[in-house]
């Protein structure tokens, strides 16, 4: 394992951030007065009981292994990407009384049936597992993660699609008053993310419930996010609340804020700098060591070949 000084081009934190690709706007909103630092901290409410209970701990799949140490949870559940809460990495402090349940999903578009339904009767039907993933933010920072859920394609063949169907477009809950940011202007919400279908009928592509055996905290995404880990985690979409089958390719919230930096594809890919900083290497969180990033986040085995014929395409931001 490398373990070395950060280097010139390895910005500070807040400068790596997504977030920055909008600084004129965060200008704006500093001089208004309401700066993403007026955000009071509030203490983390104690975990409550969950309609999942009866799943946790799930059955880990052997099947997908880890070449690190995993990130401890009281490392992973204080740093974190959620930008309906907060753009800085407290989440945890900004997350207040947030309740994942009652909490439905919206399945719609080009499916044979609409469907809304409470979030148990889907996990029901789903096959639940435990899988050690990879996850590596954007932004240069990585962790490994243990997530409870089902793959996606489990989701894709329940909601019965039609063959017209090219993409699955996921999309967090935006109702004001649900999170803070909610109510700032400048950002687009709702956040949404997309993947093909035949992205999305990959092994790897896993909606999460759980991680570290326990259903999912706040900060994590609960009750339902998604866990793409060859891309980068800005893919991996939180608290969904709706997942809607469409011919159009979906534009997310990162495209929408600067699409010069931010793609749908979002690949992981050593080789490919983002336009302001290397992505080389990696800062493992926890250790703090530097490791080498590798092609699709190590998983080229498994995905590779979904990128055949697309190589015209901005595949790697
Ligand atoms: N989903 C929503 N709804 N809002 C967000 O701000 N941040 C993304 C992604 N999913 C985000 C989101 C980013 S930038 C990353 S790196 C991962 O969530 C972070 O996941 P983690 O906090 O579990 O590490």
Not at 47 to 74: C, H, M, Q, S, V
Not at 296 to 303: D, F, L, R, T
Request: hydrophobic share 40%.
């Amino acid at each position: 394992m490398l373990i070395r000084n950060p280097r010139r081009w390895e910005l500070p934190e807040a400068a790596a951030t997504p977030e920055s690709a909008f600084l004129n706007r965060r200008q704006l909103l500093a001089g208004m007065g309401l700066g993403a630092g007026l955000i009071a901290l509030r203490p983390q409410p104690a975990a409550a009981a969950t309609p999942f209970d009866g799943i946790f701990p799930a059955k880990r799949n052997e099947a997908y292994k880890l070449d690190r140490e995993l990130t401890p949870e009281d490392v992973n559940s204080k740093y974190n990407n959620f930008y309906e809460f907060t753009p800085g990495k407290q989440v945890y402090a900004a997350i207040g009384d947030f309740k994942p349940f009652p909490w439905t999903v919206t399945i719609d578009g080009m499916v044979e049936e609409e469907k809304k339904l409470d979030i148990e009767k889907l996990v029901a039907a789903m096959p639940v597992e435990e899988r050690l993933y990879r996850h590596r933010c954007v932004e240069a920072w990585s962790m490994t993660v243990p997530w409870t859920g089902f793959p996606l394609k489990a989701l894709i063949d329940y909601a019965r699609p039609l063959s017209s169907a090219k993409y699955v477009r996921f999309e967090t809950f935006s109702s004001p008053g649900m999170a803070p940011e909610l109510g700032n202007f400048l950002y687009p919400w709702p956040y949404v993310e997309g993947v093909t279908m035949e992205e999305g009928t990959n092994d790897l592509a896993f909606m999460v419930i759980g991680a570290y055996g326990k259903p999912l905290l706040g900060q994590f995404g609960a009750p339902l996010r998604l866990a793409l880990p060859w891309k980068y985690g800005f893919k991996s979409i939180k608290s969904i609340v709706r997942i809607t089958f469409t011919d159009e390719r979906p534009v997310n919230f990162w495209q929408q804020l600067q699409s010069s930096e931010y793609g749908f594809w979002a690949n992981v890919n050593p080789d490919v700098p983002h336009p302001r900083w290397s992505q080389a290497e990696e800062r493992v969180l926890g250790s703090g060591a530097y490791v080498p990033t590798q092609l699709y986040n190590g998983y080229a085995e498994e995905v590779a070949g979904l990128y055949k014929g697309l190589e015209s395409e901005p595949l790697f931001m």
